[in-house]
């Protein structure tokens, strides 16, 4: 029996058709582009059905609600399916791999991300083989969890970030090697999970700001990230966790604790892991209730925040999760 793939075609270059004013999503384009395409019709591919959704989104426009969507889609067609393609644009492909990872609990069948740098309709598109390699994986390697496919390599979804914004090799996983890479053997372990029913977890848009710190940076800008309605704030420090000393500075994440608002401090190197006990200027930080992000990429970081403050938890035990391997995300050994 052949496997069936569903394919949720979300929008993104994949699939645009080129305009006068550059290219452009079309409704209907990309499958009149695949039935041009003889590949995709060997035998050796699984069976899949393509979803189109209305209206196509370009991705610089998801929002939570669009990953929810995303999400709800894949649960009513879970039994119909033996794995899951979503097409996407690549400018927030990796939050939206972030995000699902954390909405889709209990997975027990392949949801691969992927996409193009160039549509399909052009001669040198990356599109083909991604999606095509894509659809290969997913009929016929056991990787129960959401992943990324882009230029030959398949990703943990939840620890990838967008590297290039023009080259075809995009994407990568700064502290996780690939899962899966064509033309090799090598594999690391996978997610367990226990044989459970699938569970499709809220999310929704939450108040979170992302702070980047430079030389020179002052309290005034600062303060101005904490301000009402925020609920957490993503602190992007040097090296392995470390900030300014100023007094007035470091003044505000005392304020900020006082009004309950998770700081979550990630690196700004692009791979390792935050280790704020390394530092005296790191040590500061957790004196005033910063918390380490170890080693999650802004993405992840960004998606399990929003994922956490929609399941109505306690601000104790959302900086417990904030810590916790949920999904993979977290390099359980540093």
Wanted: charged share 25%.
């Amino acid at each position: 029996m052949k496997k069936k793939i569903y394919i949720a075609y979300t929008g993104g270059t994949i699939g645009m058709k080129k305009s006068k004013n550059g290219y452009i999503p079309i409704s209907g384009f990309l499958q009149k582009q695949i039935k041009k395409i003889s590949e995709f019709k060997k035998k050796y591919l699984p069976k899949f059905k393509i979803k189109e959704y209305q209206p196509l989104i370009d991705s610089s426009n998801m929002t939570p609600k669009n990953w929810k969507i995303i999400a709800y889609d894949i649960k009513n067609n879970y039994q119909k399916y033996d794995g899951f393609i979503i097409l996407h644009g690549t400018d927030t492909m990796s939050y939206t791999a972030s995000a699902l990872s954390f909405i889709l609990e209990n997975l027990e069948k392949p949801v691969i991300i992927t996409g193009s740098q160039i549509p399909l309709c052009e001669k040198k598109s990356d599109g083909k083989k991604n999606l095509i390699n894509s659809l290969l994986i997913a009929a016929n390697y056991s990787i129960k969890e959401v992943t990324l496919f882009f230029n030959n390599k398949l990703y943990r979804g939840n620890r990838t970030t967008k590297i290039n914004a023009n080259g075809l090799d995009a994407f990568s996983s700064p502290n996780l090697p690939p899962l899966f890479e064509i033309g090799k053997k090598k594999r690391i372990e996978k997610i367990k999970n226990k044989k459970k029913k699938l569970i499709v977890h809220k999310i929704s848009n939450q108040p979170i700001n992302i702070i980047t710190i430079y030389p020179g940076i002052s309290e005034k800008i600062l303060k101005n990230y904490f301000l009402k309605p925020v609920k957490a704030v993503i602190l992007c420090s040097y090296g392995t966790g470390n900030a300014p000393q100023n007094k007035k500075f470091l003044n505000q994440f005392k304020k900020a604790r006082k009004k309950k608002i998770i700081i979550v401090n990630l690196t700004q190197c692009i791979s390792g892991t935050v280790n704020m006990n390394n530092y005296s200027t790191g040590k500061t930080l957790s004196k005033f209730g910063v918390i380490s992000g170890l080693d999650l990429t802004i993405e992840a970081t960004l998606t399990k925040l929003h994922f956490l403050f929609s399941q109505k938890i306690s601000i104790k035990k959302i900086k417990m999760k904030i810590k916790e391997n949920l999904r993979g995300e977290i390099t359980s050994k540093l």
